[in-house]
């Protein structure tokens, strides 16, 4: 009981466990329309467990790869379980929380992936079409919307689980420097308020043809 127990455990970073200011914050219109993007995502990931077209371990990785860069704690942890469920090592999962992204597990195949999924969390969920296209080519339309999709789950997850985070760490006596106890409120509240808003919104999208993408396509040199 106790080895199974071991074995379904993590330790955190410290970068993470330690952490006493945002990594990064979003607004609520951020978190709005990640809300929107995120059922049609999740329609997507749902067939993939199906069609497994898209190793789950991959999935795992990319979605690693966005919490990494956002900086949630409690989707770094809640994540970490899931991976270790799903067989990937502690070393392997702590090398991409900690901010390696993997570079010593990330296979040769994946890497145009995770470099893409690090790209649409540093652009905050509005990721560059020509770094999509990339993908695109790489892996095949069907292959990159699954990419896409856990990217966009992910960073909707983050965008509630920090402020949660933060809260959760103001209970316990130690809050953020960079935050308050209005914007953790508002943030989870108002996030849970808008949501049905927001999945109507994406379910109305889909109904009248738009497809479940939002990017920039603007290029580097405008």
């Known amino acids: 009981m106790n080895n199974k127990n071991k074995k379904n455990d993590i ?3 410290k970068s993470i466990s330690s952490r006493i200011k945002f990594k990064r914050k979003f607004s609520l219109r ?19 467990k199906k069609s497994k077209l898209v190793d789950k371990n ?6 690693l790869a966005v919490t990494e860069v956002n900086g949630c704690a409690i989707c770094s942890y809640g994540h970490a379980k899931m991976a270790l469920r799903q067989g990937m090592g502690s070393e392997e999962i702590n ?7 993997g570079d010593n597990f990330i296979k040769i195949e994946e890497a145009k992936a995770i470099m893409f999924a690090q790209h649409f969390a ?3 969920g509005y990721p560059k079409k020509y770094a999509y296209n990339s993908i695109v080519k790489e892996y095949g339309e069907k292959k990159a919307q699954i990419i896409l999709s856990a990217t966009q789950m992910m960073i909707a997850g ?30 989870q509240i108002l996030g849970i308020l808008f949501l049905p808003i927001a999945i109507v919104h994406g ?18 040199d405008e």
């Open 58 to 63: 991959f999935v795992k990785r990319l979605q």
């Open 158 to 187: 983050n965008m509630y689980g920090i402020p949660l985070s933060a809260f959760l760490s103001r209970l316990k006596g130690k809050p953020y420097k960079d935050s308050s106890l209005f914007y953790e409120l508002k943030m």
């Open 11 to 13: 330790t955190l970073p």
């Open 203 to 220: 379910f109305i999208r889909g109904f009248i043809g738009l497809s479940n993408e939002r990017f920039d396509k603007s290029t580097d």
């Open 122 to 124: 540093d652009s905050r």
């Open 95 to 101: 090398s991409f929380l900690s901010g390696g992204a």
């Open 30 to 48: 951020e978190m709005y329309f990640a809300a929107v993007f995120a059922p049609r995502a999740m329609s997507k990931l749902n067939g993939n």
